[in-house]
């Protein structure tokens, strides 16, 4: 099949949804790509984006949708039970949205095709001039190549500013949680005494720059290891410089060095969950290499050295050496109600081996904590259970119990769920 041909079969596709569908919208969202490859890999999840913003912005009104693969670029498809000149509104606005909806296309028909000028709204411009897009592209005024870099461009600085975003608000989202057991809150600083609200507070801040440079690491096509541990070291001394030497985000620093590069590149690549956790082993495996072999020659131990030693337990290594698997087989929970934090958190303390309980405490105690997650969780969760999760929560605090681990690993986890989407799907 022919690129033109392509173009006529998505016509004989619009065609039959608007005989189905008399008198609704029909809708087409495709990327905008120059060039006889009209599928570049790093654009695939724009569509994805877009056409998750199109089913919330029209929701219940939205009666067909899906995804269609064509040589002349794949397309989602959508029919909408509204007019279809206030369809084409909103969809400008979404295109106008930000950058990245500079490189797609959204077109409506109910009976005609609705255009810019149908609502008096100016021709789109060119990417690399002001001129008018079609004026350039009649013309061919640049060069393919010129074009496609830009549009790469345009792809790693949205999704850079996206994952970073969406990073910042899962760490802020962690530290709001309330009651929380022997972790720090806005409320109150649970079992410690060396940190406080403030202190994560200043380290989230701290370490925003390395954050993003985990993220930019992703956009190479190769991963330089490492580049991510020098990343992780240099993280790890802003955040003691503005704590006084106090470890608030250690275990947190080392799950995105692992985390976020791979997710960004399994986005670019347009890979599948699979991809991602098989990305995260092979970093994990290059990090950590002889790490334990070694243990007995170490001169000082840390606090899971020691847990290593006496229990054989690798607590987030040995997570990290298994692609974070417990990210990807945790549920999905509705992230829109609120009760859904404070769940995820208590499945994790539920199947983490969490070894800062282990070291505030013992693993007697862990597996104290592993049960009373898993019987809060078999009751319903947070909302069944809010008098007596508080209590608990109060008494984990006279205890000593900080399940820190968990904490981290709940950041990774708000982390991946917001922004699967635009991950291919495959099971992981």
Excluded: W
């Excluded at 695939?44 to 064509?70: D, N, P, V, W």
């Excluded at 000028?117 to 350039?136: G, H, P, Q, Y």
């Excluded at 929380?180 to 380290?203: N, P, Q, R, W």
């Excluded at 007697?364 to 319903?380: D, F």
């Amino acid at each position: 099949m022919s690129i033109l041909d392509a173009r006529e079969s998505r016509r004989a596709h619009i065609d039959t949804m608007e005989t189905d569908y008399p008198n609704k919208t029909v809708v087409i969202l495709k990327t905008n790509v120059v060039g006889a490859n009209k599928n570049l890999s790093y654009m695939a999840f724009i569509c994805r984006h877009y056409s998750k913003i199109i089913a919330t912005t029209f929701e219940e009104k939205i009666l067909l949708m899906g995804h269609q693969l064509s040589l002349d670029g794949d397309y989602c498809y959508f029919v909408i039970d509204e007019n279809g000149l206030l369809v084409k509104r909103k969809m400008i606005e979404i295109e106008e949205s930000n950058t990245l909806g500079r490189l797609i296309d959204i077109d409506v028909y109910n009976n005609k095709s609705y255009s810019r000028t149908d609502l008096l709204e100016e021709r789109r411009k060119c990417l690399l001039c002001n001129n008018e897009a079609v004026i350039c592209a009649r013309t061919k005024a640049h060069s393919e190549t010129d074009i496609k870099l830009k549009m790469r461009n345009i792809v790693e600085n949205y999704l850079h500013d996206y994952i970073l975003n969406i990073t910042m608000r899962s760490i802020y989202n962690e530290l709001e949680l309330y009651p929380k057991f022997g972790l720090v809150s806005h409320i109150d600083a649970g079992c410690h005494t060396d940190m406080d609200y403030e202190t994560f507070l200043k380290s989230a801040f701290a370490i925003k720059k390395s954050i993003g440079e985990y993220i930019a690491a992703g956009f190479n096509e190769s991963i330089d290891i490492e580049g991510l541990v020098k990343m992780g070291l240099k993280a790890e001394k802003r955040m003691f410089e503005v704590t006084n030497n106090v470890n608030t985000y250690k275990g947190l620093i080392f799950l995105m060095g692992l985390f976020l590069p791979s997710i960004t590149q399994t986005i670019m690549l347009d890979e599948s969950s699979t991809y991602l956790s098989d990305q995260i082993k092979d970093i994990a495996k290059t990090v950590i290499g002889d790490y334990y072999d070694n243990l007995n020659n170490k001169n000082t131990l840390s606090h899971s050295d020691k847990i290593y030693l006496n229990h054989g337990i690798k607590g987030v290594r040995e997570e990290a050496l298994n692609g974070l698997n417990i990210i990807f087989t945790l549920p999905s929970l509705d992230l829109n109600i609120d009760a859904s934090y404070h769940d995820y958190l208590f499945l994790l303390m539920r199947d983490l081996t969490d070894t800062t309980i282990i070291h505030k405490t013992n693993l007697e105690t862990l597996h104290e904590v592993q049960h009373q997650m898993a019987e809060i969780m078999s009751k319903g969760g947070y909302t069944k259970n809010i008098e007596f999760i508080h209590s608990l929560s109060e008494d984990y605090k006279k205890r000593n119990i900080s399940p820190g681990g968990s904490a981290d690993m709940l950041i990774i986890k708000l982390i991946y769920e917001n922004l699967k989407n635009l991950i291919k799907k495959g099971e992981a």
